[in-house]
Protein backbone atom coordinates (compact mmCIF):
# COMPACT_ATOMS: atom_id res chain seq x y z
CA UNK A 1 0.00 0.00 0.00
CA UNK A 2 1.11 3.73 -1.09
CA UNK A 3 1.74 5.46 2.51
CA UNK A 4 0.46 9.15 2.76
CA UNK A 5 4.59 9.89 2.46
CA UNK A 6 5.38 8.02 -0.51
CA UNK A 7 2.64 9.72 -2.11
CA UNK A 8 3.13 13.23 -1.23
CA UNK A 9 6.99 12.72 -2.15
CA UNK A 10 5.47 11.05 -6.04
CA UNK A 11 3.30 14.08 -6.10
CA UNK A 12 6.58 16.52 -4.92
CA UNK A 13 8.26 14.62 -7.90
CA UNK A 14 5.93 15.18 -10.72
CA UNK A 15 5.27 18.96 -9.74
CA UNK A 16 9.18 19.15 -10.48
CA UNK A 17 9.36 17.54 -13.37
CA UNK A 18 6.57 19.54 -14.92
CA UNK A 19 8.46 22.32 -14.13
CA UNK A 20 11.36 21.62 -15.38
CA UNK A 21 9.34 20.41 -18.77
CA UNK A 22 8.30 23.62 -19.39
CA UNK A 23 11.48 25.95 -18.03
CA UNK A 24 13.07 23.68 -20.68
CA UNK A 25 10.18 24.25 -23.13
CA UNK A 26 10.58 28.53 -22.43
CA UNK A 27 14.14 27.99 -23.03
CA UNK A 28 13.63 26.83 -26.24
CA UNK A 29 10.93 28.95 -26.91
CA UNK A 30 13.57 32.14 -26.59
CA UNK A 31 16.09 30.46 -28.69
CA UNK A 32 14.38 30.68 -31.08
CA UNK A 33 12.65 33.89 -33.21
CA UNK A 34 9.33 33.47 -35.34
CA UNK A 35 10.09 35.88 -38.66
CA UNK A 36 6.81 36.53 -40.77
CA UNK A 37 7.74 37.21 -44.11
CA UNK A 38 6.95 38.33 -47.75
CA UNK A 39 8.03 35.60 -50.05
CA UNK A 40 9.95 38.38 -52.05
CA UNK A 41 12.94 38.57 -49.39
CA UNK A 42 12.72 34.57 -49.26
CA UNK A 43 12.47 33.90 -53.19
CA UNK A 44 15.50 36.18 -53.87
CA UNK A 45 17.39 34.28 -52.01
CA UNK A 46 18.49 37.53 -49.01
CA UNK A 47 16.95 35.80 -46.19
CA UNK A 48 19.21 33.35 -47.42
CA UNK A 49 22.37 35.13 -46.54
CA UNK A 50 21.30 37.30 -43.75
CA UNK A 51 19.80 34.92 -41.53
CA UNK A 52 22.71 32.53 -40.91
CA UNK A 53 24.58 35.35 -40.06
CA UNK A 54 22.40 36.69 -37.27
CA UNK A 55 22.01 33.02 -35.70
CA UNK A 56 25.84 32.77 -35.47
CA UNK A 57 26.51 36.11 -33.87
CA UNK A 58 22.99 35.98 -31.71
CA UNK A 59 23.03 32.28 -30.76
CA UNK A 60 19.29 31.92 -31.59
CA UNK A 61 17.43 29.61 -34.37
CA UNK A 62 15.26 31.94 -36.88
CA UNK A 63 12.35 29.90 -38.04
CA UNK A 64 11.21 31.79 -41.29
CA UNK A 65 7.48 31.94 -42.50
CA UNK A 66 7.23 33.59 -46.30
CA UNK A 67 3.55 34.78 -46.81
CA UNK A 68 2.51 37.81 -48.04
CA UNK A 69 2.79 41.48 -46.38
CA UNK A 70 -0.75 40.93 -45.20
CA UNK A 71 -0.71 37.16 -44.06
CA UNK A 72 2.66 38.22 -41.90
CA UNK A 73 0.64 40.75 -40.04
CA UNK A 74 -2.63 38.72 -39.33
CA UNK A 75 0.26 36.63 -38.16
CA UNK A 76 1.33 39.46 -35.98
CA UNK A 77 -1.92 40.57 -35.11
CA UNK A 78 -2.69 37.08 -33.43
CA UNK A 79 0.68 37.10 -31.37
CA UNK A 80 1.82 34.06 -33.80
CA UNK A 81 5.12 36.06 -34.86
CA UNK A 82 7.89 37.36 -32.83
CA UNK A 83 9.29 39.76 -35.69
CA UNK A 84 8.08 40.92 -38.92
CA UNK A 85 9.81 41.81 -42.39
CA UNK A 86 6.85 43.26 -44.71
CA UNK A 87 6.03 45.65 -47.42
CA UNK A 88 2.89 47.21 -47.52
CA UNK A 89 3.05 50.40 -46.07
CA UNK A 90 -1.00 51.95 -45.76
CA UNK A 91 -1.31 48.66 -43.96
CA UNK A 92 1.79 48.88 -41.71
CA UNK A 93 0.83 52.17 -40.98
CA UNK A 94 -2.75 50.83 -39.35
CA UNK A 95 -0.36 47.82 -37.61
CA UNK A 96 1.06 50.35 -35.43
CA UNK A 97 -1.98 52.19 -35.00
CA UNK A 98 -4.02 49.50 -33.54
CA UNK A 99 -0.74 48.87 -31.42
CA UNK A 100 0.21 45.54 -32.75
CA UNK A 101 3.96 47.08 -33.31
CA UNK A 102 6.03 49.02 -30.65
CA UNK A 103 8.49 49.80 -33.51
CA UNK A 104 8.46 50.74 -37.41
CA UNK A 105 12.14 50.81 -38.94
CA UNK A 106 13.05 51.23 -42.82
CA UNK A 107 15.12 48.50 -44.04
CA UNK A 108 15.61 48.87 -47.77
CA UNK A 109 13.62 49.08 -50.84
CA UNK A 110 13.51 47.92 -54.47
CA UNK A 111 10.83 48.64 -56.77
CA UNK A 112 8.12 46.60 -58.77
CA UNK A 113 7.61 46.28 -62.44
CA UNK A 114 5.32 44.90 -64.91
CA UNK A 115 6.14 42.18 -66.87
CA UNK A 116 4.73 40.40 -69.76
CA UNK A 117 5.43 38.51 -73.03
CA UNK A 118 8.07 40.17 -75.71
CA UNK A 119 5.53 40.32 -78.24
CA UNK A 120 3.52 42.69 -75.41
CA UNK A 121 0.43 42.29 -76.88
CA UNK A 122 -1.26 44.93 -74.80
CA UNK A 123 1.73 47.50 -76.06
CA UNK A 124 2.50 48.68 -72.75
CA UNK A 125 6.29 48.77 -73.49
CA UNK A 126 7.52 52.40 -71.79
CA UNK A 127 4.69 53.53 -70.89
CA UNK A 128 3.62 55.07 -67.29
CA UNK A 129 2.13 52.42 -64.70
CA UNK A 130 -1.34 53.93 -64.78
CA UNK A 131 -1.50 53.80 -68.77
CA UNK A 132 0.32 50.49 -68.63
CA UNK A 133 -2.87 49.01 -66.71
CA UNK A 134 -5.46 50.42 -68.76
CA UNK A 135 -4.09 48.64 -71.72
CA UNK A 136 -3.78 45.78 -70.50
CA UNK A 137 -7.50 45.81 -69.69
CA UNK A 138 -8.56 47.04 -72.76
CA UNK A 139 -6.60 44.69 -74.63
CA UNK A 140 -8.06 41.26 -72.45
CA UNK A 141 -4.92 39.41 -72.42
CA UNK A 142 -4.31 37.59 -69.21
CA UNK A 143 -3.08 39.64 -66.02
CA UNK A 144 -2.08 36.81 -63.37
CA UNK A 145 -2.68 38.73 -59.64
CA UNK A 146 -1.61 37.36 -56.88
CA UNK A 147 -4.54 38.24 -55.27
CA UNK A 148 -3.40 37.14 -51.54
CA UNK A 149 -3.47 40.46 -49.62
CA UNK A 150 0.18 40.70 -49.87
CA UNK A 151 2.04 43.71 -50.30
CA UNK A 152 2.32 43.25 -54.19
CA UNK A 153 -1.18 42.50 -54.32
CA UNK A 154 -2.12 45.78 -52.08
CA UNK A 155 0.30 48.07 -54.57
CA UNK A 156 -1.71 46.09 -57.24
CA UNK A 157 -4.91 47.62 -56.46
CA UNK A 158 -3.51 50.89 -56.18
CA UNK A 159 -2.53 50.94 -59.82
CA UNK A 160 -6.09 50.10 -60.66
CA UNK A 161 -7.70 52.20 -58.50
CA UNK A 162 -5.14 54.84 -59.97
CA UNK A 163 -6.24 53.94 -63.63
CA UNK A 164 -9.94 53.71 -62.40
CA UNK A 165 -10.33 50.21 -63.69
CA UNK A 166 -12.25 47.72 -61.46
CA UNK A 167 -10.47 43.72 -62.85
CA UNK A 168 -12.59 41.83 -60.19
CA UNK A 169 -14.96 39.41 -62.38
CA UNK A 170 -13.03 40.01 -65.64
CA UNK A 171 -12.04 36.72 -67.85
CA UNK A 172 -8.97 38.21 -68.40
CA UNK A 173 -8.02 38.87 -64.43
CA UNK A 174 -6.89 35.65 -62.85
CA UNK A 175 -6.59 35.78 -59.14
CA UNK A 176 -4.03 32.82 -58.40
CA UNK A 177 -4.02 33.03 -54.63
CA UNK A 178 -0.27 32.02 -54.41
CA UNK A 179 2.86 33.07 -53.95
CA UNK A 180 5.08 35.52 -56.38
CA UNK A 181 7.39 32.70 -57.82
CA UNK A 182 3.86 31.09 -58.77
CA UNK A 183 2.21 33.48 -59.87
CA UNK A 184 5.23 34.55 -62.47
CA UNK A 185 4.86 30.94 -63.60
CA UNK A 186 1.10 30.85 -64.13
CA UNK A 187 1.89 34.10 -65.91
CA UNK A 188 4.46 33.04 -68.48
CA UNK A 189 2.38 29.75 -69.20
CA UNK A 190 -0.42 32.03 -70.44
CA UNK A 191 2.27 33.89 -72.20
CA UNK A 192 0.26 37.59 -69.68
CA UNK A 193 1.28 40.17 -67.37
CA UNK A 194 2.13 40.53 -63.64
CA UNK A 195 3.05 42.76 -61.22
CA UNK A 196 6.28 41.70 -59.50
CA UNK A 197 9.26 43.08 -57.23
CA UNK A 198 12.12 43.44 -59.25
CA UNK A 199 14.56 40.69 -56.96
CA UNK A 200 12.23 38.16 -57.34
CA UNK A 201 11.97 38.20 -61.01
CA UNK A 202 15.66 38.42 -61.63
CA UNK A 203 15.97 35.50 -59.49
CA UNK A 204 13.71 33.56 -61.35
CA UNK A 205 13.87 35.02 -65.23
CA UNK A 206 15.32 32.26 -66.17
CA UNK A 207 12.77 30.71 -68.29
CA UNK A 208 9.92 32.53 -67.79
CA UNK A 209 10.04 34.07 -71.26
CA UNK A 210 8.54 37.35 -69.86
CA UNK A 211 10.53 40.49 -70.15
CA UNK A 212 10.49 43.97 -68.30
CA UNK A 213 8.01 46.04 -70.05
CA UNK A 214 7.02 48.86 -67.14
CA UNK A 215 9.63 50.51 -64.46
CA UNK A 216 11.09 53.47 -63.42
CA UNK A 217 7.96 54.87 -62.30
CA UNK A 218 7.48 56.59 -58.91
CA UNK A 219 4.32 54.75 -58.17
CA UNK A 220 6.22 51.27 -58.83
CA UNK A 221 8.36 51.86 -55.50
CA UNK A 222 8.74 48.75 -53.11
CA UNK A 223 9.57 49.72 -49.66
CA UNK A 224 10.29 47.37 -46.81
CA UNK A 225 10.05 47.77 -42.85
CA UNK A 226 11.28 45.51 -40.23
CA UNK A 227 8.29 45.58 -37.30
CA UNK A 228 8.51 44.66 -33.77
CA UNK A 229 5.82 43.11 -32.04
CA UNK A 230 4.01 44.23 -29.17
CA UNK A 231 4.71 42.16 -26.06
CA UNK A 232 1.77 44.05 -23.61
CA UNK A 233 -0.86 41.84 -26.03
CA UNK A 234 0.82 38.95 -26.53
CA UNK A 235 3.09 38.21 -23.56
CA UNK A 236 4.03 34.49 -25.05
CA UNK A 237 6.03 36.67 -27.86
CA UNK A 238 9.31 36.95 -27.65
CA UNK A 239 9.95 40.56 -27.59
CA UNK A 240 13.82 40.05 -27.09
CA UNK A 241 14.34 38.30 -29.78
CA UNK A 242 12.54 39.72 -32.43
CA UNK A 243 13.87 43.04 -31.15
CA UNK A 244 17.83 41.46 -31.53
CA UNK A 245 16.25 40.51 -35.27
CA UNK A 246 15.39 43.93 -36.08
CA UNK A 247 18.22 45.54 -34.60
CA UNK A 248 20.46 43.26 -36.92
CA UNK A 249 18.69 44.13 -39.93
CA UNK A 250 19.79 47.97 -39.84
CA UNK A 251 23.22 47.40 -39.01
CA UNK A 252 26.18 48.23 -40.78
CA UNK A 253 26.98 44.75 -41.88
CA UNK A 254 23.54 43.72 -42.60
CA UNK A 255 22.72 46.71 -44.78
CA UNK A 256 26.28 46.68 -46.40
CA UNK A 257 25.26 42.94 -47.60
CA UNK A 258 21.56 44.12 -48.48
CA UNK A 259 23.45 46.77 -50.63
CA UNK A 260 25.91 44.28 -52.77
CA UNK A 261 23.52 41.68 -52.73
CA UNK A 262 22.50 40.33 -56.36
CA UNK A 263 25.33 42.48 -58.16
CA UNK A 264 27.69 39.45 -58.79
CA UNK A 265 24.80 37.39 -60.03
CA UNK A 266 22.65 40.28 -61.61
CA UNK A 267 25.35 42.97 -62.43
CA UNK A 268 23.18 45.34 -59.98
CA UNK A 269 21.64 44.61 -56.33
CA UNK A 270 18.16 43.39 -55.93
CA UNK A 271 17.73 45.86 -52.61
CA UNK A 272 18.52 49.41 -51.38
CA UNK A 273 20.00 49.59 -47.95
CA UNK A 274 17.80 52.48 -46.23
CA UNK A 275 18.62 52.18 -42.59
CA UNK A 276 18.50 55.22 -40.82
CA UNK A 277 16.63 57.39 -44.00
CA UNK A 278 13.72 59.63 -43.34
CA UNK A 279 10.76 57.95 -44.65
CA UNK A 280 9.92 61.55 -46.66
CA UNK A 281 13.47 60.58 -48.94
CA UNK A 282 11.46 57.81 -50.40
CA UNK A 283 8.50 59.45 -51.08
CA UNK A 284 6.34 57.78 -47.57
Known sequence: MVTKQILARLTTLAATLTILIWANSALAASKTVILATTT???DSGLLDVLVPLFEKDNALKVKTISVGSGQAM???EKGEADVLLVHS????KKFMAEGFGVSRRLVMHNDFIIIGPAADPAKIKGVGAAEAMKRIA????VFASRGDNSGTHAKEKGLWKGAA???DGQKWYQQTGLGMGQTLNIAAEKKGYALTDRATYLSLKKGLGLEILVEGDGKLLNVYH????NAVKWPKVNAQGGKAFADFMVTKQAQEIIGRFGVEKYGAPLFFPDAGKKPESLGL
Open 40 to 42: STQ
Open 74 to 76: KMG
Open 89 to 92: PDAE
Open 138 to 141: QSGV
Open 165 to 167: INP
Open 226 to 229: VIEL
